[in-house]
């Protein structure tokens, strides 16, 4: 019902549909440069998924989907074998009612299937730690975690719950089964076959004669893009503390019972109970690992949240019975039917009053119209809800979300695809040219080149952008009557006619210009100083 859209969903797919159409799967591409910054199993997922459904606009989001479908599951397993059935119940419905974690699921970015391999990491070491032993276990635990690493860098966390593990042993508390070997050796043989997958084929490439350029991609990636980017991020810069924050909104509404989960959980690590203190020790060590580094995204601690609602499961039956918890779990049904029916009334009678949201973003009056009513359907089905559900606040919970989602995935993002996706922008440069003609991009961004109508020439994604135009400029001089360059309007070069520029439309914040090849001068021949020009 939607195309991918920004921040990270149109690179992804641009990469995978570079590498089903070409056959080069080891190194993606972003338009004619190497695209170094995560490794390819993601892409490989989505490439697949389109082989196996045919379209696109399915296959992108299908990795996502079935990776939090596993995660479900894996919190519900993983709930049972610790706890029983009735705790299995309430971690699953607990992960799915997280906002963070729904939101994640919608989304064709790498963290869901990042979440879905750390937790399928974490559940073979607590079947084997807690339940076991059980070599297999062991095995696809080193295996998930290797995997997990090829495809977000930091898949080894789960790794980490063996130190909250050695505590345990040290005070005499973990629980051993007599008699079973433990066979630790098949944790690092799962973790080698599963890094293998990527570095084994990168290895041989780099081991066979090569270009230059592969050179640079592998350090990039292994280099720059893991520890560097680690130890001296160069964007995403946050305080220590900002986390808190991120679990205090994202979380929610899990995060409005911390404060009598905390006391619990607290008096249970006092016990020393080996599954708490697996999970909860687990948890923390993500959170002290992201909290150490400069760079921070709330996306980079949701590994940690499955974990949490296995920790919280075993106390959920207790906090819905408190007289608190439930009017707190009653209070956020009502404050998002408030919210929902609010910015719906706002955008149908006062859209001016959502001005600075809503521009650079070319919404017509009927999309705004449309969100208005999704909005407005959203919050008066919250509205029925809190009330039919009024004595039972944990089933009101569990059917906001279910509204939430539904709501989110069958109306608000169909409804803003088109200037999201920049499918309406794209559709006005295909409407501007002639069927013969082509077209050249300049400091384009991915959903641009994506959801163009005819196969687009791009002169470097992340070339300067002087360096771009004075390629364009060569490629529009051939043939400048049937050659357009689409450029953002900061971008235009200060030799071009601009009498002759065309503006074609907003979308995502720029306003894109489409610039024929006979509007070049004399002075386009030659370097000449960018400046950002206004176009009458």
């Given at each position: ?205 780099l081991l066979r004669p090569h270009g230059a350029e592969l050179d640079v991609y592998a350090r990039d990636i292994l280099l720059r893009q893991t ?244 390629r364009a400029f060569a490629w529009l001089g051939e043939w400048p009557r049937q050659r357009w360059v689409l450029a953002s309007r900061q971008s ?45």
């Amino acid at each position: 019902m939607r195309a991918p859209s920004p921040p990270d969903e149109p690179r992804f797919v641009l990469a995978a549909k570079a590498m089903e159409a070409s056959g080069q799967w080891l190194l993606p591409h972003r338009g004619i440069e190497l695209y170094a910054e995560k490794p390819p199993v993601f892409m490989w997922l989505q490439a697949l998924s389109h082989r196996l459904l045919g379209d696109w606009n399915l296959a992108f989001l299908l990795p996502s989907l079935l990776a939090g479908l596993l995660c479900l599951w894996l919190t519900h397993d993983l709930g049972r074998r610790l706890w029983g059935r009735k705790v299995a119940r309430h971690a699953a419905l607990a992960l799915f009612c997280t906002l963070q974690f729904g939101l994640m699921a919608k989304r064709a970015q790498i963290d869901m299937v990042l979440v879905a391999m750390t937790t399928l990491a974490l559940w073979a070491l607590c079947r084997h730690l807690l339940r076991g032993p059980s070599l297999p276990c062991l095995a696809l635990a080193g295996f998930a975690a290797g995997l997990g690493t090829v495809t977000k860098g930091v898949g080894f966390l789960p790794l980490l719950v063996l130190l909250p593990w050695v505590v345990l042993r040290w005070r005499r508390k973990a629980p051993v089964v007599a008699g079973a070997p433990l066979g630790w050796a098949w944790l690092p043989t799962g973790f080698l076959a599963g890094v293998g997958i990527w570095l084994v084929p990168l290895g041989l490439a780099l081991l066979r004669p090569h270009g230059a350029e592969l050179d640079v991609y592998a350090r990039d990636i292994l280099l720059r893009q893991t520890g560097t980017r680690y130890v001296a991020a160069w964007h995403h810069v946050q305080p220590a503390w900002y986390y808190l924050q991120v679990i205090l909104t994202l979380w929610l509404p899990g995060s409005l019972l911390l404060p009598r989960l905390v006391p619990a959980w607290y008096r249970r690590l006092r016990r020393w109970d080996p599954r708490q203190v697996l999970l909860l020790g687990w948890a923390a060590l993500v959170l002290v690992f992201f909290s150490a580094t400069p760079g921070k995204r709330e996306v980079y601690i949701l590994p940690a949240l499955p974990a949490l609602c296995v920790a919280a499961a075993p106390l959920l039956p207790g906090l819905l019975r408190m007289a608190w918890a439930r009017r707190c779990l009653r209070a956020y049904a009502i404050v998002l039917a408030i919210a929902a029916l609010a910015t719906g009334a706002i955008l149908m009678f006062e859209p001016g009053l959502f001005r600075a949201s809503l521009s650079g973003r070319d919404l017509d009056p009927g999309a705004v119209h449309a969100l208005a009513t999704w909005l407005l359907v959203l919050g008066v089905a919250l509205v029925l809800v809190a009330g039919i559900f009024r004595a039972h606040p944990g089933r009101a919970t569990v059917a906001a979300t279910v509204l939430l989602w539904t709501v989110y995935g069958i109306g608000l993002m169909p409804t803003l695809d088109p200037f999201a996706s920049s499918a309406r922008l794209m559709q006005k440069v295909e409407e501007r040219m002639a069927p013969g003609d082509a077209l050249g991009m300049v400091d384009w961004r991915e959903q641009n080149y994506l959801q163009a109508r005819r196969a687009p020439v791009d002169f470097g994604f992340k070339a300067p952008v002087d360096t771009q135009w004075q390629r364009a400029f060569a490629w529009l001089g051939e043939w400048p009557r049937q050659r357009w360059v689409l450029a953002s309007r900061q971008s235009l070069h200060a030799c071009l006619d601009r009498d002759q520029v065309l503006e074609v439309g907003q979308s995502n914040r720029n306003t894109w210009l489409l610039v024929p090849g006979t509007a070049m001068t004399g002075d386009c021949a030659v370097p000449v100083a960018r400046e950002p020009m206004p176009v009458p």
